[in-house]
């Protein structure tokens, strides 16, 4: 008899992981921000990879008349295999491709007696669905961020304190642009919600397939309105692709490179 995949766990993971995601969720911090968050991904399967953030695709609903996604180039080495290397945001439509590291998140609101953290929930958003009624969404997403201001101080941690999915951080964002600066203080010791963080993991899909998603011709489909010349230029200039060879080894051990320039001191952070 065939052995069939049963359950509510199942069924929760498939409707999770069923065609591609219309929206895929980021957790990001805004000059002054502060959150706090358990990474799911350890630091030593953190991947580096080539990333299209925020293009604007024309949409109706939106007063700005465009609404952002996040695109996986498709000359990321992980791609090159079903692209050819060829990337029609990269190559038509203009948009500049940055190299980012990617690691999965769930937000926590802390409990707080004072200014002590007593313990955590999984933080929940309440949104509205179409029908009119709400609901309470647990918050978990990509963080999306550089190594040298922010993944090198978790590379840091890891390497002198032991796994980042252990201690939920509390990260705060400091000033814009250039000047902008992450502080990084882990909550050690308070209790963590384990039961209800277990309950989300396995709701929410791994990193790999939301990558993948994020790279997949379905996903490129939605780009078919969206004009050449009709992004603005913020991505890191002259960030051309490494050649696969070397990329996809690089894309493996690009956290243990952080790590070794942090090892040397070479990073500042
Ligand atoms: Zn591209």
Redesign the pocket.
């Known amino acids: 008899m065939a052995n069939f995949r049963k359950g509510t766990e199942e069924i929760k993971r498939t409707a999770n992981n069923s065609g591609v995601r219309k929206f895929t969720p980021n957790i990001f911090w805004l000059a002054g921000d502060v959150h706090t968050v358990l990474f799911v991904t350890p630091a030593g399967d953190i991947p580096k990879v080539r990333l299209?953030q925020a293009v604007r695709i024309p949409s109706d609903k939106s007063e700005r008349g465009y609404k952002t996604d996040n695109f996986l180039?498709?000359?990321d080495p992980s791609m090159v295999d079903i692209s050819g290397g060829d990337?029609v945001?990269?190559d038509h439509i203009g948009h500049d491709?940055a190299e980012r590291f990617v690691a999965l998140a769930i937000e926590l609101e802390p409990i707080k007696s004072g200014k002590e953290v007593t313990g955590f929930t999984v933080k929940k958003n309440r949104v509205k669905r179409e029908d009119g009624t709400e609901a309470d969404y647990p918050q978990w997403g990509m963080v999306i961020q550089g190594a040298k201001n922010f993944f090198s101080s978790l590379a840091a941690y890891d390497e002198a304190k032991g796994d980042i999915t252990k201690v939920p951080f509390e990260i705060q964002r400091e000033g814009e642009g250039v000047s902008t600066k992450y502080h990084f203080f882990p909550e050690k010791g308070t209790p963590l919600p384990e039961e209800e963080i277990q309950e989300l993991l396995d709701s929410i899909p791994d990193l790999e397939s939301l990558l993948e998603d994020m790279g997949s011709d379905e996903k490129y489909s939605t780009l078919e309105d969206v004009e050449p010349g009709s992004q603005p230029s913020f991505g890191d200039k002259g960030n051309k692709p490494t050649t696969s060879a070397t990329a996809t080894s690089s894309r493996d051990s690009a956290f243990n490179a952080i790590r070794q320039k942090v090892e040397a001191g070479v990073e500042s952070y």
């Open positions: 299209h180039c498709r000359k990337c945001l990269c491709a």
